[in-house]
């Protein structure tokens, strides 16, 4: 079984290297005509330096609110926490291009917060960007950040109360050096996902003063055909991206896992804080349930009468079968991965060689989707017609794009199903199938159903690897929407929007009901 489990594990791992290397080797065919003179170009540094400031203040807004927002969870009485955690998740995997019409929607000049409001406001630009950075990732820090909270051991809380300890005491001596690594992973991670943003940047910058790297490198190969400053934008992205990913990683593996607690000495906030914590959370549902009526506002203006039912079909269509060839490939990969580092479980060298497998699939922190979509296309582009390899080439990328929360999401039920019955399997010698019919199967099932349903979404919700090698015999339900809010047509992008939400909605629904929800009525 071992044996079988390396060969899978191993050509999972070739096969990604393979991917890696065929794209570097096509951003290395275009590096003839570059030269050190060629990056002394003032545009390309005022777009760096506006990549990495809009980063550095998403991650920071982020930061900050996610962690005020997870002290009031914690402080005020728990009302529902789980589904409150719930809507956090799902902030942070709603698909792109819906939180960017919900800014528009709400925030836009013809926004209904705009008619509300006595003064008006610019949303293209970096305003907006920061907007829609803080929708998808303030959710996924205050998450975490309240996760950490319930972790303090009751003691600390206890010898606080002993001390007299005040809010600013219990924050400086108690909860920042708790949140502290925790904050300086998520911080990184924002950052590393901000800064190659493109779908945001591209549909709310509103101009070349608001280009990042990934917009950048779209425009000289979509519009101007520059693959020399194509090139030079990949390669700063990926020299930067690598760096903050590699910090990244390296602050992970330093992160200790915390199991929750069940906590009964929190500090008796005072009227005045209470009332704060209690704004704190006010802005913040505020916040989300603007952005997200703003997704839907514009459906009264849609005219019913002549509704795009052809192009919603075809882009449904297009967008289900990227969505389905893009998790076959996560489920192919990510399980060989698995499979191997379940075997290994228990020998040191086999947990050092499944970390550097784990980096490897993790290559899109690494190197940015938009900068492998970048080197293959250059090597494709020598070789042909692009335009036949769109849909396998999207589905692939998308697919490298989800398989760390594919792994990430079966790892602790993987690792938890091998301690109990690891030694059962050595004992009793059963086959591969068996041990994963009887045993694994029925303790993974809810795990993979989420992580399949993660996965889809995810790959039906980008549009940034279609947007830069796609035909336009190819349009999917992300890229259908941009083209609508690009030509003004808030009314029909909002319904596309809803097409999409439904879609996501049936995804998770059909494999919770096929996968996940038997498993729970079992136990």
Excluded at 250 to 273: C, K, S
Excluded at 306 to 314: A, I, K
Excluded at 356 to 373: C, F, H, N, R, W
Aim: proline share 4%; aromatic share 12%.
């Amino acid at each position: 079984m071992k044996q079988n489990a390396a060969i899978a594990g191993y050509s999972a791992s070739v096969f990604l290297a393979l991917v890696v290397l065929a794209a570097f080797w096509g951003l290395a065919e275009q590096t003839s005509a570059l030269s050190w003179q060629a990056f002394n170009d003032v545009y390309l540094w005022r777009v760096l330096r506006f990549s990495l400031w809009q980063a550095l203040l998403s991650a920071l807004l982020a930061c900050m609110g996610g962690i005020l927002v997870a002290r009031a969870w914690f402080y005020l009485p728990a009302r529902a926490i789980h589904w409150q955690l719930r809507l956090a998740n799902l902030c942070f995997v709603c698909p792109v291009i819906l939180v960017v019409l919900g800014c528009v929607g709400s925030f836009g000049t013809n926004g209904f917060l705009q008619h509300l409001s006595p003064f008006s406001w610019k949303i293209y630009g970096l305003p907006g960007i920061l907007l829609a950075h803080s929708f998808l990732n303030m959710p996924l820090v205050a998450r975490y950040a309240y996760l950490q909270y319930q972790a303090i051991p009751a003691s600390y809380w206890r010898q606080g109360k002993q001390l007299g300890f005040k809010q600013v005491h219990y924050w400086r001596l108690i909860e920042w050096p708790m949140l502290r690594n925790r904050i300086a992973g998520l911080f990184a991670l924002v950052l590393l996902l901000c800064f190659g943003s493109f779908t945001i940047v591209l549909a709310l910058g509103g101009g070349p003063k608001s280009t990042t790297l990934e917009v950048a490198i779209y425009q000289a190969l979509r519009y101007d055909f520059d693959p020399l400053f194509a090139l030079q934008c990949a390669l700063l992205q990926l020299l930067i991206a690598a760096s903050l990913g590699w910090l990244l990683l390296g602050r992970e593996q330093q992160d200790t896992i915390r199991h929750q607690q069940n906590l009964t000495q929190t500090p008796v906030l005072g009227g005045a804080a209470r009332l704060l914590h209690y704004l704190i959370i006010l802005a913040y549902y505020g916040f989300i349930m603007s952005v997200m009526a703003g997704m839907f506002s514009p459906l009264s203006e849609l005219n019913w009468r002549d509704l795009p039912w052809q192009q919603w079909l075809s882009s449904s269509l297009y967008s289900l079968s990227i969505a389905g060839q893009s998790v076959l490939w996560v489920v192919l990969l990510g399980s060989a991965l698995l499979w191997q580092y379940a075997s290994n479980l228990g020998l040191n060298k086999g947990i050092k060689r499944h970390k550097g497998q784990e980096l490897l699939a993790s290559v899109m922190l690494l190197a940015p989707a938009m900068v492998i979509t970048t080197g293959l296309f250059f090597l494709l582009m020598s070789r042909g017609d692009i335009s036949r390899y769109t849909v396998p080439l999207v589905a692939l990328i998308n697919a490298l794009m989800s398989l760390p929360f594919y792994m990430r999401s079966l790892k602790p039920a993987l690792n938890d199903a091998v301690k109990q019955y690891g030694r059962l399997n050595q004992s009793l010698n059963l086959p591969a199938l068996s041990q994963l019919r009887f045993i694994y199967w029925p303790l993974l099932r809810k795990p993979l159903s989420v992580a399949l349903s993660l996965c889809m979404v995810l790959s039906l919700g980008d549009m940034g690897v279609i947007a830069l090698i796609g035909s336009v015999d190819v349009t999917t339900l992300p890229l259908l929407l941009f083209q609508q809010l690009s030509s003004y047509q808030y009314a029909s992008a909002s319904a596309t929007g809803l097409i999409m939400l439904l879609l996501c909605g049936l995804i998770f629904y059909l494999l919770d009901i096929s996968l996940g929800r038997h498993h729970a009525e079992h136990r």
